[in-house]
Every structure is written in structure tokens, then in C-alpha cells.
């Protein structure tokens, strides 16, 4: 289903962008030269903006903006492009000068000048500066080196990426307002439509599987200068199906289609309608701490060892991002959580009518299909675990980790509370040593030797990282968080960091399909962790016998 799912991903994304790109390439190859209007028999001559129509841009890899002329802040502009070129014009060399190119003149920077009364100036840049008159074949190349520099570099500036479609904000609840807009729209008028997202689409029609039966026509508002903009307010009952009936929306995962000359869709959420209370929760290593405007900060501890977060994944989805068990959303979390049949759960209040089932990477609410970025549930370490990324968005939380075994959730907050900030212990290193304890797999022992230990302290195995996993079979690999990373992460997180504090960098562990990542304070050194933590993240079964003082670690995997 993924793969079916990413085939209709890619094709729904290209659609306003591919599409007139491909149709234009496939008219170059059909009709090679053809211009759909003879030119005139004075073509290279100089222009004036009083004659232009349009200004377009192409080259094979982006849609660009057009200018129009009519438009005060694109007419200064075009007046540029033309100066430059009407300077250039005297240099033209002789016909022909792409001739050798021909082939490749789809995957060129090229500059299409419309005129009034049909005719139109094409600009190519490459290797300098080549002008035709919509036939490739009577191109000639601007000769004066500094005419053709200042050519280019003024054609270069013009190519303004488009944005395509866009929906302000992505995520909205009943009765707030969204902007839907588009500066690259192909049509003389958009219709915008609201469908839920799920899997597999139904297909009414060919060729395209939209509008779904479910889908809502929201508006259809007209096209200026392949632009638009609406604005309309989120309510229960809004615009009309296919069926003429009322639309109905509710809480879930929807697109937000436009249908304007080529169809656009993009992502849209709208959230649970009540506003959750600001909330933070902090674990560190079995403790727990809560905190609320009105309840103020309270101390717990997990009752549960093994329903820890975990920063884990399976190696198909690649970077693991935290997971949560069930146990703790209900307990820490403030998210309900209860069985409706094997293997399937409620999450939220029974009126929301969210649920999750084991194995799905999605959950079902409303008709819709909420997609559980990064994994499914799963269980692990006896523990039915969720991928919180999407979900805890969904709920309001954002996430952030100040250590391997200290995470952060946060509920309507752009920082940590300074009184939850005052509690959190420093990320202090376990004792370097005590009771020497042997580790073994499958009944064979790992050649640890005295780096395995149990802490007097906590009373916790603890074994050294890269020793242990590289023993197992596995892979550590250690990074240092740089801007780039932490930029791309926060885009993860909703635009909150992923880390805080003294945290300043990583490790990924990889084990026979399992992925697990600790992020670690400055200063750590040799990282040893707690063997529990090990065994639950990379999928493995551990027992303890006090009479030997063996961790005896089992995998049919490995």
C-alpha cells in the first residue's frame, strides 16, 4: 500500500508542474521549430513593454513565475529584460547557433517574450546567450561578450521559483480562517475542493481519480495573471459534494485540491475543535514529572519501566523518531487510550473516534486516513508503541530530547516551563563501575568482560554502547548536531528543535532491521547505557539470573 500510495503521491505533486513542462517538450519533439505563428519578417528588432503580453520562464527541473507587464511590480521588470536585450540586438551572429543543442533545448534556462499579435522572442542561456524567434533552427548568438553577460545575468535574476498552491495554515480547527492561494495557477478559474485523505482512492473516472464521491467544492473564484486568493472560515457544514448535499467536515486528514488548467493538492489537517489545555511532561529515567498553568508541577514515576519513550524505528523508515507507548499516553500524556477489538485502539476522547490498529502506519478518524509518519504501531518490548510525530501534533504536543534517557513533551508551549526547567536533572554519567555482571546472546557470552556492570546506584545493567552493539552484530554511528540537521529536524517537529540543553550530538544504532538513537550531552565520552534500554529499542528479550549475575539477551533474529 505504501508504494501505491507514493505512486499517487508523485502524481498528485507533479501534476501543476510536470504537466505543462512534458506537453511542452512533447510539442518540441513533434513539431521540432514550430511556433504556432509565422514571424514577422522583422523580427530581430528592438521591443518595447507597451507590446509584451507575458513573460515566461522555463527550464526542465521547476515552474517559475511569469511576469506580466500590466502589473506595476512586474512591469519595471520586464522594462529591465528589454533594455538588455534591445542593447544586445546589434551583436546577433548568424542563424544556427544551436543547432548542435538541439536535442537538449527542454533541459535549458529559456526566456519566452509573447507579443501582442502572436509573435514571440525566445532567449536561451547557453554557453551565453542565443536568441529565436520561436523556431530553434533561426537562433543566433549575441556576439558582444559584455551585451551577452548583461543579458544573462538579467534574464538569470527573473527565474523566481513558483510556490504553486499554498494553504495558510496547513493545520486548523473548526471556525478558524484559511487562505488558500496560488501564483502559478493555468486556468481562468480555480475550483477548490476539500477531500479526505485515505487509501486506496476511489476511482470514479479515468484518468484522473478526482474528485473523490467525498470530496467538497468549496468555491471556484476567478484567475488573474495565473494568481488567486480565498479566504474562507472552517465550520462543520461548508460548500456542496458531487451530490449537491451539504459538505460535512470534521476532524482528520484531508487535501485540499485546486483544479485550475491542472490539478494541485496539498496536505490539510483540521484538529480536534477544543483547544488543549498548556501542558509539559518530563521523563528522565523513570521519573516523571507534569506540569499545568492550574495544577502547577507534580512528581511521579512510571510504574512501567518498559513503557519508556523510545527515539526508535525500523531500518525501512530510516531515522527514528520518538515512539510512546499506550501506557504512557493515557497515564503521562493526557491522551486516552483504550482497546475497541484485538489489536485496535481508541485514542482521545470517544467522540473524536480516532483509532490505531497494530501493523497500520495510519489512524482512521472521520472517513479519513491520519498518516503515522515514520512507522506503525508496533509492539515492542511487550509494549503496543506509536510513531508520535504526526499524532502528537494531532494532540498539541511537540517534542524535544535533553539526553538519552530525558524527553520532553509539549503541549501548547514554545519552551520549557522554567519551573519544569528547575526540576530536570543534569544528564549526569552512570558510575563507572561495580558488580561485574555477564552478558550473553542466545546463551553465548558477549566479550564485554568488566565493562559490563550492575550500577549500585539505580541497579540497572550497564554495558558499554559500540562494545555491546558491535558484538551483537550491529552498527554505531556517532554525529556531531550541526545547523543544518537541527533545521531540517525542527521542520520534523513543527519548528521546535528537537534537542535542548547541553545536547550536541548523536548516535544511531542499527541491529538487524531495528534502529534506536540517543542524543548526548557534551561531554559524554565513552557512552554506556542501560542494557534494559538496549534490549527494548533493538527488539530483544532480556532476563536477568541473580544467582550467576547474567543478562541473558535473546533474539530469533540474530
Do not use: C
Not at 459534494?241 to 485540499?256: I, N, T
Not at 547505557?529 to 532476563?543: G, I, K, Q, S, W
Amino acid at each position: 500500500m505504501r508504494a501505491w500510495r507514493m505512486i499517487l503521491g508523485w502524481w498528485r505533486a507533479v501534476s501543476w508542474t510536470a504537466w505543462p513542462l512534458l506537453a511542452g517538450l512533447l510539442a518540441v519533439l513533434a513539431v521540432p521549430g514550430h511556433s504556432g505563428a509565422a514571424p514577422a519578417a522583422d523580427f530581430f528588432r528592438t521591443l518595447a513593454v507597451e507590446e509584451v503580453e507575458q513573460v515566461s520562464f522555463n527550464r526542465a527541473d521547476h515552474t517559475f513565475r511569469p511576469l506580466y507587464p500590466d502589473l506595476p511590480e512586474d512591469r519595471v521588470k520586464v522594462a529591465g529584460l528589454l533594455e538588455a536585450y534591445n542593447r544586445a540586438l546589434p551583436s546577433l551572429g548568424p542563424e544556427g547557433s544551436l543547432d548542435d543543442v538541439s536535442a537538449g533545448l527542454f533541459f535549458l534556462p529559456r526566456v519566452h517574450i509573447s507579443l501582442s499579435g502572436g509573435d514571440s522572442v525566445t532567449i536561451v542561456l547557453q554557453n551565453g546567450v542565443h536568441v529565436h524567434p520561436g523556431d530553434w533552427r533561426r537562433s543566433r548568438r549575441v556576439e558582444d561578450a559584455e551585451a551577452s553577460r548583461e543579458l544573462e545575468e538579467v534574464a538569470a535574476s527573473l527565474f523566481v521559483p513558483a510556490e504553486g498552491v499554498r494553504v495558510e495554515p496547513a493545520r486548523a480547527r473548526l471556525g478558524q480562517e484559511v487562505t488558500v492561494s496560488s501564483d502559478y495557477a493555468l486556468g481562468e478559474k480555480a475550483d477548490i475542493l476539500l477531500m479526505p485523505s485515505y487509501w486506496p482512492v476511489t476511482i470514479p473516472s479515468a484518468p484522473y481519480p478526482y474528485p473523490v464521491p467525498e470530496a467538497i467544492l468549496l468555491a471556484t473564484v476567478p484567475v488573474v495573471h495565473g494568481r488567486f486568493s480565498y479566504t474562507f472560515t472552517l465550520a462543520a457544514e461548508l460548500g456542496r459534494r458531487p451530490d449537491g448535499s451539504p459538505g460535512k467536515l470534521g476532524p482528520g486528514a484531508w487535501e485540499l485540491m485546486v483544479r485550475s488548467g491542472s490539478d494541485s493538492t496539498v496536505p490539510f489537517t483540521i484538529l480536534p475543535p477544543q483547544q488543549p489545555e498548556s501542558r509539559a511532561v518530563v521523563y528522565d529515567r523513570g521519573k516523571v514529572w507534569t506540569w499545568s498553568p492550574q495544577e502547577g508541577l507534580r512528581a511521579g514515576e512510571l510504574a512501567d519501566p518498559a513503557g519508556q519513550p523510545l527515539l526508535i524505528s525500523d531500518a525501512r523508515y530510516g531515522t527514528p523518531f520518538t515512539h510512546v507507548s499506550l501506557p504512557f499516553l493515557s497515564a503521562w500524556l493526557d491522551v486516552p487510550q483504550a482497546a475497541v477489538e484485538p489489536g485496535r485502539f481508541r485514542l482521545g476522547p470517544p467522540d473524536l473516534g480516532l483509532t490505531v490498529a497494530a501493523g497500520e502506519d495510519h489512524a482512521k478518524l472521520n472517513g479519513t486516513m491520519l498518516q503515522l509518519d515514520w512507522g506503525y504501531l508496533m509492539e515492542r518490548g511487550g509494549r503496543m508503541r506509536l510513531p508520535w510525530v504526526s499524532l502528537a501534533y494531532f494532540f498539541g504536543y511537540r517534542t524535544q530530547w535533553l539526553g538519552p534517557e530525558t524527553a520532553v513533551f509539549l503541549r501548547g508551549l514554545e519552551a520549557i516551563p522554567p519551573e519544569v526547567k528547575a526540576v530536570i536533572p543534569d544528564a549526569e554519567p552512570a558510575p563507572a563501575g561495580g558488580q561485574r555482571v555477564t552478558v550473553t546472546l542466545n546463551g553465548k557470552p558477549l566479550p564485554l568482560g568488566a565493562q559490563a556492570y550492575l550500577d549500585p546506584t539505580r541497579g540497572r545493567v550497564m554495558v558499554p554502547l559500540r562494545a555491546t552493539v558491535e558484538a551483537l552484530g550491529g552498527k554505531v554511528i556517532w554525529s556531531r548536531l550541526d545547523p543544518e540537521f537541527m533545521e531540517t529536524a525542527s521542520q520534523h517537529n513543527y519548528g521546535l528543535p528537537p534537542t535542548a540543553g547541553t545536547v550536541d550530538s548523536y548516535v544511531d544504532v542499527s541491529l538487524a532491521g531495528r534502529m534506536w538513537r540517543l542524543y548526548l550531552p557534551a561531554g559524554s565520552g565513552t557512552t554506556a547505557v542501560p542494557l534494559r534500554n538496549l534490549a527494548l529499542a533493538l527488539d530483544l528479550r532480556l532476563t536477568w539470573n541473580g544467582s550467576t549475575a547474567t543478562a541473558e539477551l535473546q533474539s530469533d533474529r540474530l
